[in-house]
């Protein structure tokens, strides 16, 4: 069982990239300047109800967990482990890394529960999926987001159960991780000319269509891949998204969107 949760709903500079309060590493100087460069202030700063605050955290965090698999693929990234970690490292480490505090708090926690796909417990755990299981994929959620930041996200970590025993290592794994994915940013800064992602909207769906459009031009100022992504939004038929190498696209399905909906209602339900 999780704790219980409150959702914060602050979501006023999510398409912002600010680094305030960021340290960065010397590794990560260049990557670090290029997203001050695209600070440019909230580019639709507007009060959202905590539920669309939610959805809109997941829908960045699932994108950049989508690019995680285009960069792994397009950067011909070595992979120790499961790639499907390695990507949801990179979306906490996005999340940590490019906005400000209390942006990025309330997109970490909302992000970390839209890893608990059945709420209420009553699927089956399927310890054979190529993901982990979601409370695992929470949990290393946490420990990194709480990790990057431990002397001022106490109260997250006691907020989201995060036991003593994973927090002491917490920020040992964060600058693990930092270390691995700045060193494909940084051969992405010195190596690669950089070819931009191209956004595909979908009819009937503005609201995923506003935050994927945004959200694919800041990240063609900070990301360099040395082929275009198509980042598209389309129904698909089922709550999913996914990267396809075999036309380098990151799909995200509309259906995604009713999904977490019912994530939150269960949620804010138990
Ligand atoms: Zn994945």
């Known amino acids: ?30 990557f670090a300047t290029a997203v001050s460069l695209a600070c ?10 905590p539920r669309e605050a939610f959805v809109e955290a997941n829908i960045l965090s699932i994108y950049y967990h989508e690019l995680g698999h285009a960069i792994i693929d397009l950067m ?15 979306s906490v480490l996005l999340i940590n890394w490019l906005f400000d505090e209390e942006t990025a708090v309330s997109i970490a926690y909302d992000a970390a529960f839209g890893y608990i796909n059945d709420p209420d417990g009553t699927h089956e755990v399927h310890y054979w999926d190529i993901h982990g299981p979601d409370e695992q994929r929470y949990y290393n959620h946490v420990c990194i987001f709480f990790g990057a930041n431990p002397e001022e996200r106490q109260n997250l970590a006691l907020d989201l159960g ?35 992602m191209v956004f595909v909207p979908a009819d009937d769906a ?18 360099k891949l040395p082929e275009a992504v198509t980042v598209k939004v389309d ?3 089922e709550a999913n998204a996914f990267y396809d190498p075999s036309d380098i696209s990151i799909t995200f399905c509309t ?16």
């Open 40 to 49: 440019l202030g909230p580019v639709h700063a507007q009060d959202v109800s």
């Open 206 to 223: 503005d609201r995923v269509n506003r935050i994927l459009a945004a959200e694919v031009a800041n990240m063609n100022t900070i990301v």
């Open 1 to 30: 069982m999780l704790t219980p949760y409150r959702f914060s709903g602050i979501i006023s500079g999510m398409t912002s990239f600010c680094l305030n309060g960021y340290d960065p590493m010397p590794r990560l100087y260049v």
């Open 76 to 90: 011909e990234v070595p992979i120790f482990g499961q790639e499907e970690d390695a990507a949801d490292v990179l």
């Open 235 to 237: 129904a698909c038929g």
């Open 162 to 196: 995060l036991p003593e025993d994973r927090a002491q290592w917490c920020s040992v794994e964060y600058a693990q991780a930092e270390e691995a994915w700045g060193l494909i940013f940084d051969e992405m800064d010195e190596h690669v000319e950089g070819v931009p």
């Open 255 to 270: 259906e995604f969107i009713a999904h977490l909906e019912d994530i939150y209602d269960k949620t804010t339900e138990n």
